[in-house]
């Protein structure tokens, strides 16, 4: 199967403030898309979904037809390493590496 990003009917709230209202999203292999929207509008947060990095309230995530429910931290930390580059948006970076070190000392193993 083609390499696929599919989100169906995602919800997800930060306590009462719902965010994230049945997003339906399908992005397949060497396609590119933008996600645009006012500051606010919730992009930060559907990307953390995309990468396990937030769970849903209901509805899925699935990367090549893998739903991230049924994975592990580890799981998903393995995916995030391997499919995903994230540019992140506030700090979140080792000031004594740079971006390619950090991605090597990422990928050593153990
Ligand atoms: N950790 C959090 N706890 C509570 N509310 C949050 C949290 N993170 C984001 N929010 C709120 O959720 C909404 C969506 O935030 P999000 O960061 O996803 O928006 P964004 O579209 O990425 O904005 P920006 O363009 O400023 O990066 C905003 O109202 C924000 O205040
Ligand atoms: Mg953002």
Redesign the pocket.
């Known amino acids: 199967m083609s390499r696929v990003i599919l989100l169906r009917d995602v919800q997800f709230a930060?306590?009462p403030?719902p965010?994230l209202r049945g997003v339906d999203l399908q992005v397949e292999a060497g396609e590119t898309v933008a996600l645009l929207?006012?500051?606010?509008?919730?992009?930060?947060?559907?990307l953390?979904c995309m990468a396990g990095l937030r769970v849903p309230d209901s509805g899925t995530v699935s990367l090549d037809g893998h739903d991230l429910r049924g994975m592990s931290r580890d799981q998903l930390a393995d995916l995030r390493l391997r499919t995903f580059g994230f540019v992140l948006?506030e700090g979140g970076l080792l000031d004594e590496l740079d971006l390619l070190e950090k991605r090597r000392a990422a990928a050593a193993p153990g």
Request: glycine share 32%; no cysteine; charged share 5%.
């Open positions: 930060y306590g403030h965010v929207g006012p500051s606010g509008a919730g992009k930060s947060t559907l953390g948006q």
